[in-house]
């Protein structure tokens, strides 16, 4: 029990590391950032007209019965998402005889509610676990080993690096040794989408998939779509809007730059040519350049809801994003994929990523827990349903390759599954190419992203504001960050 003790801890600092300052820029706090909140609140109502009517899943077989088992599954999705699970769940009860209580809240309110589980000793039997915790989660005694209970056949079918990621050997996470510990709820990759229609109105060519923009080249297109619409004197429709904690990395990755040293023991941003360089140019984009909100614009309305209503020329699109990116109620223009820019090293980079279906090693109910986790992550029926084959609401690239490769790609060509264009940027980034890398970040190889939350809080803001530069940001905050993951490095070396 002290383990665990230790482990709740631990979340409750990663927990309000996420939290932002409050005030203004003419207070001594940091400006507020409520993009996370706004879009949070939007999650809502993103893709609630999305319909999934049970012949979808007709095809799903489930073996074993399991009438004595009491299941309860906590993740968080959005509501299009939601609907495509919550079918997939019935269709388990129905065939096993299983009781399930689905549980799902927003990703801003899981790792509280996920924390408040902990503390209560009181696990979900399935629970979702990124890549950077299950060392954690594994040395505070909260994770079932997968391995008695999985054919290997299926997990070698995985995407590589996505199996890989959720093995522990005792010492590293990640390496592809070790015991098994979730089941990948997806492999997804953070792409670039853009609007078709306002590149339509603009009289601009469409982003080559194949040559990503320089810098350079970025800009002068998002000056073009930043415009007056309405003539009253304010910008209302712009080029771009970055969420840091998401965007962040494509700029720093591509210009050659990093937060951790080799072995990720140490911070090195200050002075660090690659990484002020990317921070600033990030922060140009908005204080110099003015081809995205103001932070207080920001605040008012989030970029993602901005771009739902048609105010922006570019955006982020993760996989499961799709489904309600194709829902003409929720978002209704044209659009495609397309390269995040290009900083020094001339490839384009974005964080690729996972969150796995955990089973609590205290479950009374392992057979069925495993079970259903196969289901909704390695049964390729419930992968036809989750990709959008039999829904027309994809939510992820498929996790089986052989499936993803051949079938998936070419139901996407002829129609079935609806999706914005150039789906190849999503494979170029998954798979990497002379031109596309996608990249599991810092925070899935050390032992918290408490050290990130801290590069979050320190009032990075003010960069975007313009009132400090990226350099003066970044020798501000590497010693809270060092502090941070000095002490996630003495939490490892206790554990074990």
């Known amino acids: 029990m002290k383990k665990k003790l230790v482990s709740a801890l631990m979340a409750a600092t990663m927990v309000t590391g996420l939290l932002a300052g409050c005030g203004s820029s003419e207070t001594t706090e940091a400006p507020a950032q409520t993009e996370t909140a706004t879009e949070e609140k939007t999650e809502e109502k993103v893709g609630a007209e999305i319909e999934v009517k049970a012949e979808a899943v007709e095809n799903v077989q489930v073996e074993g ?10 993740i968080f999705a959005q509501e299009h998402e939601k609907a495509v699970y919550q079918t997939l769940i019935d269709k388990f009860t129905e065939s096993t005889g299983a009781k399930v209580t689905f549980e799902v809240t927003t990703s801003d309110e899981y790792g509280q509610k996920l924390l408040a589980y902990k503390a209560a000793d009181d696990m979900p039997d399935i629970f979702y676990v990124g890549p950077e915790a299950v060392a954690s989660n594994v040395d505070d005694d909260y994770l079932l080993p997968l391995d008695d209970y999985m054919d290997t056949a299926v997990v070698d079918n995985l995407w590589g690096s996505v199996g890989n990621a959720y093995r522990y050997d005792g010492k590293v996470a990640g390496s592809g040794s070790g015991s098994l510990y979730c089941l990948p709820k997806d492999f997804s990759t953070f792409a670039f989408a853009y609007n078709k229609d306002l590149f339509d109105a603009a009289g601009l060519e469409y982003p080559d998939p194949e040559n990503p923009y320089t810098w350079e080249e970025f800009v002068e297109v998002c000056e073009k779509l930043t415009i007056d619409k309405d003539g009253d004197g304010e910008v209302d429709q712009w080029g771009v809007a970055n969420a840091l904690q998401w965007a962040l990395d494509s700029f720093i990755y591509t210009n050659g730059g990093h937060f951790l040293n080799e072995d990720y023991t140490k911070v090195v941003i ?17 204080c110099k350049y003015h ?33 309600a990116f194709m829902d003409k109620n929720t978002f209704p223009y044209q659009w495609g994929l397309c390269g995040w820019p290009t900083g020094k090293t001339g490839v384009s980079m974005t964080r690729n990523g996972s969150v796995g279906f955990a089973v609590s090693k205290d479950t009374e109910y392992p057979e069925a827990a495993v079970a259903l986790i196969t289901m909704l992550s390695t049964d390729l029926e419930g992968q036809r349903v989750l990709s959008g084959e039999t829904t027309g609401a994809s939510l992820q690239i498929p996790n089986i390759m052989d499936y993803a490769k051949g079938d998936f790609k070419d139901r996407i060509a002829d129609g079935t599954i609806p999706y914005g264009d150039n789906v190849d940027v999503i494979f170029n980034y998954i798979e990497g190419t002379d031109k596309y890398q996608g990249i599991f970040v810092e925070t899935n190889y050390t032992y918290n992203a408490d050290w990130w939350n801290e590069f979050l809080s320190g009032g990075y803001e003010y960069v975007l504001t313009g009132e400090k530069t990226a350099a003066e940001y970044c020798a501000e905050v590497q010693p809270a960050m060092q502090a941070a993951l000095d002490a996630a490095n003495e939490m490892k070396a206790a554990a074990q």
């Open 65 to 74: 019965d399991f009438a004595d088992a009491d299941l309860t599954v906590f």
């Open 270 to 286: 200050d002075g660090q040519e690659e990484f002020v360089d990317a921070l600033q140019f990030f922060a140009d984009l908005t």
């Open 291 to 323: 081809v995205t909100p103001t932070v207080e614009q920001d605040t008012a309305l989030g970029g993602y809801q901005r771009w739902l209503d048609g105010q922006i020329g570019f955006y982020a699109c993760g996989t499961w994003d799709v489904g």
